[in-house]
């Protein structure tokens, strides 16, 4: 069988060699679709994690994947929730140990996620007509940094099929965002100023 194939031809390499970079993200504006800053799960595999991983070790993948986020699958890959590095390094955890009485390594993602029944998604169909600056507003208002995308059209049971980061849309920005609880004008920060 293996009789069947040729080798390749070689070259030595000479002179100046570079190497290749992937490509950054594309630079987007707040009227871009919303689809150029979304995370889609049809194309790239997801970040997930079982619900009795000990949180530490959900922390580590987290960081050697480069995530802020992870979905929290059950055994048979259904979504039990989600994850992200602010439940992980915010109160959520001295709050858990403080009512139950544990020591930090003994918390579960399951102590700490933020369950099913908790979590909204966007319908793809939304998403498919709406632009980054839409994403922007629902983010905010929700005050959120992560959301997730539902396609409610397939066959069978509806499933996630995208993620939009508030930290990614900054990357592809090119810009910080400022948080819903800034003022967003001058007006409003003299408002604030003379009102006290």
């Known amino acids: 069988m293996m009789n069947d194939y040729k080798s ?9 060699v570079q190497i290749s970079q992937p490509a950054s993200p594309n630079p987007v ?19 997930v994690i079982a619900p009795n991983t000990p949180m530490e070790i959900a922390n580590t993948y987290m960081m050697q994947r480069g995530v802020r986020t992870l979905l929290v699958i059950n055994e ?24 139950r009485r544990v020591k930090h390594h003994e918390i579960l993602v399951m102590d700490i996620m933020t369950p ?18 839409n994403i922007v507003s629902s983010l905010r208002e929700s005050e959120r940094l992560h959301a997730l995308v539902i396609d409610d059209n ?4 509806p499933r996630i099929c995208g993620i939009f980061s508030w930290t990614q849309i900054e990357k592809q920005l090119g810009t910080v965002i400022p ?13 604030t100023l003379i009102a006290s």
Not at 39 to 46: F, P, V
Not at 82 to 99: S, Y
Not at 116 to 133: M, N, P, Q, T, W
């Open 8 to 16: 390749l031809a070689v070259q030595y390499l000479v002179g100046t």
């Open 29 to 47: 504006a707040f009227d871009s679709p919303a689809s150029e800053v979304m995370t889609d799960l049809r194309k790239i595999s997801a970040a």
């Open 76 to 99: 048979d890959h259904s979504l039990a929730g989600i994850i992200t590095a602010t439940d992980i390094l915010g109160e959520k955890p001295l709050r858990f140990i403080q009512d």
């Open 116 to 133: 099913l029944e908790k979590l909204e998604a966007i319908s793809l169909d939304e998403v498919e007509h709406a632009r980054v600056g």
């Open 154 to 157: 397939t066959i069978g049971l």
């Open 179 to 191: 948080p819903n609880n800034v003022a967003k004008s001058f007006a409003e920060i003299e408002s």
